[in-house]
């Protein structure tokens, strides 16, 4: 059997990969540095791109200075660039974009800002299908920044306590896959309406309800990163489709045993979890054949 990395393939089918000769970054050549190492030209910032580039440039990243963001403004170009699928910029330029075409959005929060009002990307981005919340704060959280939501197929955003997250995803049915951080004890189980095919769930509280992961048949792929609440392996079976498991981060695991019982499950990764499988589980789970398994230094 091959290797099965469907967390991966999936984040991929949203979010590229662009190659080189469609991914452009706007900004000065510090700001940009990530972006052109690996492979993306560089528009300056003020700057036009060329005009052989216009149409070549599918994924675009906006990376202001301090003060360049400050003035908050978009290049007067954005509407022209007719092949942009993938666009990565700061919250604070969110309220200015309109684009019928865009189909995934990486949305930056480094300074903890929250704009008077939220964007209204069902109306503004019509067409949009993945966006990711990347934030180094707890607050603001995405509905303040941006609600309504189009009907998106991928979502990664934290809870951390908003009960206004929770609305979002009540009303997301489209989703397929989906990335919740710091959950703490939230119970969002009551509010997922939509066949998951993809779910990260990362920091919760000890009395967070893992044994509900049962009421999403639908999984193929699922990690698990940062669980302080004991995670019992016998929900795993459960989950029929399930192919794919990663487990980081997580003291408290039991019965993992259970996982030979998942039918279709080829891919298992545990790291940092208190060596649950223990010497005889081991060898145990090697002589079943995964695809992948890499439960060394679990």
Not at 205 to 221: H, K, M, N, Q
Request: charged residues 20%.
């Amino acid at each position: 059997m091959s290797e099965v990395d469907l967390f991966g393939a999936s984040r991929e089918r949203y979010f590229g990969p662009f190659d080189g000769d469609g991914t452009f970054c706007v900004g000065n050549a510090d700001e940009c540095d990530h972006h052109t190492e690996d492979g993306a030209v560089r528009i300056p910032w003020g700057r036009s791109p060329r005009p052989e580039d216009v149409a070549r440039i599918r994924s675009l990243a906006f990376c202001p200075t301090t003060a360049q963001l400050g003035k908050a403004v978009l290049p007067a170009y954005l509407p022209d660039l007719v092949n942009l699928e993938s666009l990565t910029l700061p919250a604070r330029l969110v309220a200015h974009l309109r684009s019928p075409t865009l189909k995934s959005l990486v949305i930056g929060n480094d300074d903890g800002q929250a704009p008077p009002v939220p964007f209204a990307a069902d109306t503004a981005l019509p067409g949009l299908r993945a966006l990711m919340w990347v934030s180094s704060y707890t607050t603001p959280r995405l509905p303040q920044v941006v609600d309504p939501l189009p009907p998106l197929g991928f979502l990664r955003t934290n809870v951390t306590g908003d009960h206004a997250v929770l609305r979002q995803l009540g009303k997301l049915p489209s989703l397929r896959h989906l990335e919740l951080l710091d959950l703490k004890n939230a119970d969002v189980f009551d509010h997922l309406v939509a066949p998951l095919r993809v779910l990260e769930i990362g920091g919760t509280g000890r009395d967070f309800p893992v044994a509900r992961l049962a009421a999403i048949p639908t999984l193929e792929s699922l990690r698990l990163n940062g669980i302080r609440a004991e995670i019992d392996c016998a929900v795993f079976p459960a989950l029929p489709g399930l192919v794919q498991l990663t487990v980081l981060n997580s003291k408290k695991v039991v019965n993992v045993e259970a996982l030979l019982d998942c039918p279709k499950l080829t891919n298992v990764v545990f790291v940092n979890c208190g060596n649950p499988f223990k010497k005889d589980g081991k060898a145990l789970f090697r002589s079943k054949g995964f695809a992948n398994l890499a439960i060394d230094h679990s």
